[in-house]
């Protein structure tokens, strides 16, 4: 196997970069990491060449030459201590490193700007006065907390022949200020955004409703937002493009989806680091950035983790979630990562089926490698090129996912499946008929795997959806696909 690295086609400041063993490494591929604890040391060094051509926009970083960078790669260290260390280990890290997942693989010129992003972040963490502005933002402003609401006739709907079933609760997302659980990461680095002195937010959005959080965001704090969208996503969204305008942002359209979208995002903070911050909206890219927005998403799972002991005494026994990039999920996962007794269980959206390659199941499907600055579980083929993913739903629609779910997945402390376009859209149809509530259809995906697991589950157990989000910005697609299948 060739392992490859290469400066991104659509994006210059991007490195790709296909990961394999070296006879320099101890890290095996195909190792069993369910049960050791993977701890990232100075390990080795492998010697890359290469060269990344900067835009036009910004002249004075023309044609510049990184040589002999190093590219760390992980050790496996084995303890004795097993799960227990490893769910320890997540809970507390704070350097952007899971296992072999994470890191900061970017050009020197971004990482002045990121390490002051970290100190910030760091620094908010222990601010009581940021903390409690937050507090309240989130109460008076976003909405919170949301509902965590019994779906009882959904729980009907899946009891067997004895009329018993699972017991299937909605974390109620969807009822979030902009109907999505992306106005939660979005206010709080805004606010971050505005405390460092910024005066422009730069976003990119697939679905739109990370574009109409930060629009929203930024309304509130008197800053200016640009957001990048894909041509294929807009024809997909039109109702959340105007939202964005409505709310006073500035629409700039790129050939392509979402990480087309990314790559110019990133662009553009990259020409202008000293007024711009960037605003990621998922868990993928550079530390701090995913840190930090599963930090500000992890509301959701404290906030279920009270509710659950407030309704039935105790905590959820199975939580599940989409998984496109993994904010919402991660959001729902990361206060229940160190309870042994609760099971996560993440959805990717299987598309046209997996066989067909039309698909978004990163995990499902993927191999390790770098993007956007990242080290995770991505989409490619064997020279290390990014495929293009596909699902009916835009905001699964990226060819990678966090480094935190990377490792998630292969310490087995998370398990991971996947819906296609026909379960996705049968499982919105479902909700909107037996509870009269409009689902996403990303969030529709994680319904969707109810099919499968409730006929296994003991009676009673207490099942969690996240409903990350409204299906209003869906309804045009279903229709349309209603209308074709007849």
């Not at 049960?35 to 990344?52: G, P, Q």
């Amino acid at each position: 196997m060739t392992c490859n690295m290469r400066s991104s086609t659509t994006h210059p400041l991007v490195l790709t970069a296909k990961i394999c063993p070296t006879s320099s490494t101890v890290w095996r591929r195909n190792s069993n990491l369910s049960s050791k604890l993977l701890l990232v040391r100075a390990a080795v060094s492998t010697d890359f060449e290469y060269k990344t051509t900067l835009v036009k926009e910004v002249p004075v970083l023309s044609d510049l030459i990184m040589r002999r960078r190093t590219l760390t790669m992980p050790q496996v260290v084995e303890t004795g201590n097993e799960d227990d260390e490893i769910r320890k280990a997540i809970g507390s890290n704070n350097e952007g490193r899971f296992g072999r997942f994470g890191g900061k693989y970017v050009p020197e010129i971004l990482m002045a700007s990121l390490n002051e992003l970290q100190s910030q972040f760091n620094s908010i963490l222990r601010d009581l006065e940021f903390q409690a502005e937050l507090a309240t933002a989130l109460r008076d402003y976003v909405g919170r907390e949301t509902p965590l609401y019994f779906a009882e006739r959904l729980s009907n709907h899946y009891k067997n022949n004895k009329g018993e079933g699972p017991d299937i609760y909605l974390k109620r997302e969807d009822l979030s200020h902009g109907g999505t659980h992306k106005i939660n990461n979005a206010i709080a680095q805004a606010m971050i955004a505005k405390r460092m002195g910024r005066k422009r937010v730069v976003a990119a959005t697939g679905a739109g409703q990370h574009g109409v959080a930060t629009a929203a965001a930024c309304a509130k704090l008197s800053l200016e937002c640009t957001i990048f969208v894909g041509t294929k996503d807009m024809e997909k969204q039109p109702s959340n493009l105007l939202l964005m305008k409505l709310l006073g942002a500035q629409v700039k359209s790129v050939e392509g989806n979402f990480k087309d979208a990314t790559s110019d995002a990133i662009r553009a903070w990259a020409g202008d680091m000293e007024t711009s911050y960037y605003l990621p909206g998922t868990v993928v890219g550079p530390h701090p950035c995913p840190s930090m927005v599963r930090e500000f998403q992890s509301v959701i799972g404290k906030e279920t983790r009270r509710q659950a002991m407030e309704k039935w005494g105790g905590k959820p026994d199975v939580l599940l979630a989409s998984v496109g990039t993994g904010s919402n999920a991660l959001g729902l996962f990361h206060e229940f990562i160190e309870d042994k007794d609760v099971r996560l269980i993440g959805v990717e959206g299987a598309g046209l089926g997996l066989e067909s390659g039309r698909h978004s199941a990163t995990l499902a499907r993927g191999d390790v490698g770098v993007f956007h600055g990242t080290m995770s579980y991505l989409l490619q083929d064997e020279e290390g090129q990014i495929l293009e993913p596909y699902s009916i739903a835009v905001g699964l629609q990226y060819p990678g996912v966090g480094p935190e779910l990377s490792f998630l997945k292969d310490t087995g402390l998370a398990e991971f499946h996947t819906a296609t376009d026909r379960e996705a859209i049968d499982a919105c149809q479902l909700l909107c008929r037996l509870e009269g509530i409009i689902p996403s259809l990303e969030a529709s995906h994680a319904l969707a795997f109810l099919d499968k697991l409730c006929p296994t589950l003991p009676a009673a157990t207490k099942v969690v959806v996240n409903c990350s989000g409204c299906g209003d910005k869906d309804v045009a697609t279903l229709f349309n696909h209603k209308h074709h299948s007849m």
